[in-house]
Every structure is written in structure tokens, then in C-alpha cells.
């Protein structure tokens, strides 16, 4: 199946963009291999309503809304390369598994590297940070530390101090201050080391004091450093994303890159700050910058497209009248031949269930369904014409959870494993070839949910497609279904309720 758009990083942007993509109706794949770069920090701060929250928990909560959103799946992996061909991304995972898509959102975000000075790992994410905007409250008015072998030092010292006054710089041997820079800063109170780190001391991650190789020391309670910051992924650059002169990758206000179809937020597009809720925020910009991409895509189509719609409609002048087409669906007699009541019974379907209709027509399955469930029910069809009839029904009925969907299975915009029970009634001996359709239906089946496949037996002397009862149990096989239910509500009709199994029978 091809997905609308593959997010690469599971933080807080890529996280937010998965939202704002499921509530946009978006089939959606997060990708997150759970390495984030603040899992050494234990509280998270400057997110409203979240104040305080361990990193971790917040992940979780964003993880669990998405379950909201049938869209979108989360798979726990690392993507190691995407490829793109035309206007088609090809996703591929640590673990040797392949996805395509049409759009991609990198949100892998930055990793750091740490200057190298003895025991600074004990104490980062505990007593020393990097963004005063994130832990500055925590520490304020203590005796605090900056440390930084570059120009960045000034900066950070400066700002800083708008916890505390009573703050030290420590350049480690790395960087010479400009004379009147250190005029300024010590104008200020605050004492300057030049001298090279020999380590850091303390006790349960909280500094106590620093040590010099000269052998003098300053006691110091925690601080700030600037850590080198690099992209966590080079995705980016491989698909020719261009890159500012931070590291960053250059972006429009809604994410787009100079790669069409790539878009990039949170770090891995920001660098700085580095905030989770301005992350969050430019998740959600990426993903309505995606969104509008696919809306006007939509109502774009090419010469070839609207050649091809030509040709189906064409098709369907040929093929007989709509009127009588319709007449046939919601005929009293295909209710008497085997009712969707009846279908409906013979399946385990519960009030949270999603469900899917294969060749749904007017909704002679999809209606009834929709009343069975909370979940969503999608009807699919080649017609649009017939989809409308069963969107109005839906409305008539004010079902709110009918989503008609034009095109074939292979056209589905559905995740896999993403669906409870779907539904084929006398339209399969229709497709060619089956035993790809029934691959496609086995696909976006969860685990251990059912197939109910509704057909017209086949008849001696009969001029009309018709696949037997036999071929098609043979059929389900093959495709990974085991058939536990068989029966013939007349003769010529033949109802097999299937159940999608653990591994494929082959």
C-alpha cells in the first residue's frame, strides 16, 4: 500500500505532525526507533499544560492520542535510507522492511557531542543542561557554571545570568576571550577560567565543584553547556535537502524543502531553540504544509488522468444504465436472496470495530454496518456516482462514521493491519487477478480479524464470471485465510466468513 506521507522521528515534532496528519485523514506512518536526545533529562519544561512532565511521559501520552486516528500507525524502527524515484519516496527500515509513500517529514531531530572532558556524562541532564530557557528556572540564584570552547560562551554567559549573578565561564583551554568582552563580563561579577577542565566532581549526577589541570578548582551546583550539534539522521542530505549554515535543513514557513515532497521540521530544520513545543508547533506547520500539497494535487489532474476518467465513464455508458444499476443494488430481491442482516450476524463484530467494504455500491452492506459499530466504516468502489448514493444514505441515517472511498484495493489509502473486518459481497469474481486482491484485502486486515466474502456459485451452462465455493475456500488459502464459517444461504449464492492468520499460508 502507499501511504500519503512517512514521518521520520517520533519527538515531539514528528509526533505533532502525525496528529495534525490522522485528523487530516492522511494515511500515515510514524517512524521512531525510541533514541531521543533528551532521554538523560527527567523533567521536560516551557510546554503548557506539561510543565514539569518527564520526556518520556510526554511521548507516551502523544503515542497514545495517535491510536485516536486509524490514519496513522507507529512503527518502532529506524529508517536507514529513503529513496526517491518520480514523485514516490521508498522507505527502508533498519530491520530490512520497505514502505513507499508519496510525501516524506524528516523530524529525526539533532545529536550532540558532548566536549570531552572527564565525568561531564554523569552530570548532563541532572546538574548541567544546554537551554537555560528549558532549566534556568531550576537553577536560579545558584552558583552555576558556563562552558564553552567557542564564541557561544559570550552568549550563553549573558544570557544566562538572568538566573543568577553568580555565575563562572570555563573555556577549557579552547578559546580566548576578546579583552573587552572580558572587561564586560567581569564588569558583571563573573570570573573567567581560560584554563584546560581536568574534571568534574560531584555526587548522584549534582556538581559539587570543578577541577583544573593546573590543580586549582571552583565550587560550582550545576550549569550550562553548549554541546556541537549535528543532524541525527543524513536523510536529508541524501535526498539533496539543502542545508543552512548551522547544520540546519532550509525550510519555507510551512516545512517544504527544495526537494519536492520532503519536508522537514522540529530540530532537525530549527537547530535552535530547541524547545519541545516549538517543535511541536513546527510538526503541526509541516504537516498542514503537506496537506495543502495533497489538496491541490487532488484537484490537479493531469492530461493522462482525465483521459483515464474519460475512459471509465465511457466504460460505464457501455456497460449498462445507472438507473437499473442502482435499481439491482437496493433491490428487495437481493434482500430476500441473503440480507446484510444476516451477513452481519455471522461476524464477531464489536462497537469499536473499523470495517471495510469492497465494492460497497449504495451501501447495502456499509448502511447496516455503520449502525453496528463506533468504529469507522469505509466503503470502497470504482463509481463515484454510487459512492454518492451511499454518502447520502449515511447522512439521511446521520451516521457520522461512513467514509466512501473511489478506486481499487490496490488504490486503498489505508494503513495496514489497520482494519477489524471487511466485506466483499458479489464483487470479487468481478476482479482480475483475484489472488492480488486477496493479498491486498489480507494486508490491511489486524491480526486475527475476518474476511466475509459474500459470491454467486458457479452454475452449469452459465455465460456470466462465477468463481466456485471450492476455488475461492483454495483461494483464501493461499492468500493467509483460514475459512471457519461455510454455508449457501440459496443455491446459487454462498456466504465464507474467514479468519487472517498468523503467518501466510503459502
Known amino acids: 500500500m502507499i501511504l500519503d506521507c512517512a514521518v521520520i522521528g517520533g519527538g515531539p515534532a514528528g509526533l505533532n505532525a502525525s496528529l495534525v496528519l490522522g485528523r487530516s485523514r492522511r494515511t500515515t506512518v510514524l517512524f521512531d526507533d525510541d533514541n531521543p536526545r533528551n532521554s538523560v533529562t527527567t523533567e521536560s519544561h516551557g510546554f503548557l499544560t506539561r510543565d514539569g512532565m518527564n520526556p518520556a511521559e510526554l511521548r507516551g501520552i502523544g503515542r497514545n492520542e495517535l491510536t485516536n486516528y486509524p490514519d496513522v500507525k507507529i512503527e518502532k524502527q529506524r529508517v536507514k535510507n529513503v529513496m526517491k524515484e518520480k514523485r514516490m519516496f521508498t522507505i ?48 536560579k540564584d545558584l ?252 447522512s439521511t441515517e446521520n451516521l457520522e462514521n461512513v467514509r466512501t472511498i473511489q478506486g481499487e484495493m490496490k488504490d486503498l489509502p489505508l494503513a495496514d493491519d489497520s482494519i477489524d473486518i471487511v466485506m466483499a459481497s458479489l464483487v470479487l469474481h468481478e476482479i482480475k487477478p483475484l489472488s492480488e486482491t486477496l493479498q491486498l484485502i489480507h494486508q490491511v486486515i489486524k491480526e486475527n480479524g475476518y474476511f466475509a466474502c459474500v459470491e454467486l456459485e458457479e452454475q452449469p451452462n452459465q455465460n456470466h464470471p462465477r468463481i466456485s465455493s471450492i476455488i475461492m475456500e483454495k483461494e483464501l488459502n493461499k492468500a493467509g485465510f483460514k475459512v471457519s464459517k461455510k454455508l449457501h444461504p440459496t443455491e446459487s449464492i454462498y456466504v465464507l466468513i474467514a479468519q487472517k492468520q498468523n503467518i501466510s499460508i503459502e
Not at 522492511?97 to 539533532?110: D, P, Q
Request: aromatic share 6%; with cysteine.
Open 92 to 139: 527502508e527500515t533498519d530491520t530490512g522492511e520497505v514502505f513507499r509513500a508519496k510525501k516524506v517529514v524528516l523530524a529525526s531531530g539533532l545529536k550532540e557531542k558532548l566536549p570531552d572532558i572527564n565525568n561531564l556524562k554523569q552530570f548532563y541532564g541532572t546538574s548541567l543542561f544546554s537551554c537555560p530557557f528549558c532549566d534556568g528556572w531550576e537553577l
Open 143 to 394: 552558583p552555576l557554571v558556563v562552558i564553552a570552547g567557542n564564541s557561544r560562551a559570550l552568549h550563553m554567559a549573558k544570557l544566562v545570568y538572568n538566573w543568577t549573578s553568580n555565575l563562572v565561564i570555563c573555556t577549557n583551554g579552547s578559546f580566548n576571550i576578546p579583552t573587552h568582552e572580558m572587561k564586560t563580563l567581569k564588569e558583571k561579577g563573573m570570573d573567567i577560567y581560560e584554563q584546560k577542565i581536568s574534571s568534574l566532581n560531584g555526587e548522584n549526577g549534582y556538581l559539587k565543584h570543578i577541577t583544573f589541570e593546573d590543580g586549582s578548582s571552583v565550587a560550582r551546583e550545576g550549569g550550562f553547556i553548549i554541546p556541537e550539534m549535528e543532524q541525527a539522521s543524513h536523510i536529508g542530505e541524501n535526498l539533496g535537502c539543502e542545508l543552512t549554515d548551522q547544520g540546519a535543513i532550509k525550510t519555507d514557513d510551512f516545512g517544504r524543502t527544495n526537494v519536492e515532497g520532503v519536508y522537514a521540521c522540529g530540530d532537525t530544520s530549527l537547530i535552535a531553540p530547541s524547545q519541545l513545543i516549538i517543535a511541536a508547533a513546527e510538526g503541526s506547520k509541516a504537516a498542514i504544509g503537506v496537506n495543502a500539497a495533497m489538496v491541490e494535487e487532488a484537484f490537479k489532474k493531469t492530461d493522462h488522468e482525465k483521459e483515464k476518467d474519460m475512459n471509465k465513464n465511457c466504460k460505464q455508458d457501455h456497460t449498462g444504465n445507472l438507473r437499473k444499476k442502482v435499481e439491482y443494488l437496493d433491490s428487495d430481491e437481493r434482500k430476500e436472496q441473503f440480507s446484510p442482516e444476516s451477513l452481519l450476524e455471522l461476524l464477531p463484530i464489536k462497537n469499536t470495530d473499523d470495517i471495510l467494504d469492497v465494492g460497497a455500491g449504495t451501501g447495502f452492506l456499509t448502511i447496516p454496518a455503520a449502525k453496528k459499530t463506533d468504529g469507522m466504516v469505509y466503503a470502497l468502489d470504482i463509481d463515484p456516482k454510487i459512492l454518492q448514493i451511499a454518502n447520502s444514505k449515511a
